[in-house]
């Protein structure tokens, strides 16, 4: 019985005595309010046969952590791995764990590389799953203008009966213009007309950025061809310049304004778009700070780049509990 008492004072004070070291040595792995994640390599160990089960669970847990800021983007990286690995280690076949993480590393983390892995991993696991072979497709053109990529990847999607019209006409698009003007058009089809008004504006924002890296693309050719700017968006109607089925929506998208091209809807798409960011960012703040940012805290916000979004003349930033919104003076 002694011996057992000093076996447990020694292990008692053992323990104190490991704490500091123990601490600092793990520090850089914890994250406050963040879940705990079990090692990716014993995940199926720790289902104990319940895969699918546990693997719901880790991703829902892990879903409200995806936006917080870890202060180290190596502690997140590292973090991130690690919830994709083990969710799909339990699940291979959860396709929505592929497609989320690889919109989440391509759109909001920009690391374009991962998030086609991801995708890559996705197909490799899920072979007849066709949402995410057109999902990886779309990455290696989107992210990496990669268009052999593209055409690999769609090659084998055309010929599945679940493939949809409007990915059968981006890739015969692919095949026929080299520029893929109609292609880079046609990747949003599918979200404008979405019954929610986020998603589709966000949509919509990017096939007008599209439109405008045409429309420049053009205007800067006409004028390294002629030595000199269009006058008319009718000298800029020619195929040479642009792929003659994108000339309504192009053409329609901007104003010549002397020697400058204006896109009066794509201004307005982005500052739409800064304005949900800046909300989102506003709301995580307060749940962090326990209060609202003000408005010069809102200027240097990361979400939007860093960047001083400064409002419209004559208008006002006012943040709330409604979010951020532009009011005039």
């Known amino acids: 019985m002694l011996k057992l008492k000093v076996g447990l004072v020694l292990c008692a004070v053992g323990a104190i005595a490991l704490r500091g070291p123990l601490g600092d040595a793990n520090a850089m792995r914890r994250v406050p309010g963040a879940r705990w994640m ?18 719901d669970a880790i991703w829902l ?9 870890f202060g180290d983007q190596t502690r997140k990286r590292r973090w991130l791995d690690t919830v994709f690995d083990t969710i799909t280690r339990l699940e291979p076949t959860f ?6 993480g690889a919109t989440y590393l391509g759109m909001l983390s920009n690391d374009k590389d991962r998030a086609i892995d991801l995708l890559q991993k996705g197909v490799a696991n899920n ?10 497709a779309m ?17 084998k999607v055309v010929q599945h009966p679940k493939c949809d019209a409007i990915t059968m006409g981006f890739y015969d698009s692919l095949l026929v213009d080299d520029r893929a003007d109609y292609a880079a058009l046609a990747t949003m089809a599918p979200w404008l007309d ?9 949509a919509e924002l990017h096939l007008e950025r599209t439109k405008k890296l045409i429309a420049f693309r053009a205007w800067n050719e006409f004028k390294s061809t002629r030595g000199r700017d269009a006058k008319t968006k009718d000298e800029l109607r020619d195929k040479s310049l ?21 896109f009066p809807r794509l201004d307005e798409l982005e500052r739409k778009h800064a304005l949900r960011t800046m909300t989102a960012w506003s709301r995580q703040y307060r749940i962090e700070h326990g209060h609202l940012p003000d408005v010069p805290e809102l200027m240097r916000n990361p979400w939007t780049g860093g960047r001083n979004i400064a409002p419209p003349a004559g208008q006002h930033y006012v943040i709330d509990d409604a979010g951020v919104r532009l009011e005039n003076d």
């Open 139 to 155: 990455a290696h053109f989107e992210y990496k203008k990669d268009r052999a990529a593209t055409l690999a990847v769609l090659a």
């Open 61 to 69: 847990n892990a879903i409200g952590n995806l936006s917080r800021d």
């Open 95 to 100: 396709s929505n764990v592929y497609s989320w």
């Open 194 to 202: 979405s019954a929610n008004v986020d998603v589709k504006e966000e």
């Open 242 to 262: 642009m792929a003659p089925e994108v000339f309504g929506p192009v053409l329609g998208s901007f104003e010549i304004d002397g020697d400058k091209l204006r």
């Open 38 to 55: 079990p090692d990716q390599r014993l995940a199926k160990l720790f289902s104990l046969g319940h895969r699918s089960t546990c693997a």
């Open 127 to 136: 072979p007849d799953d066709v949402k995410l072979q057109i999902e990886l």
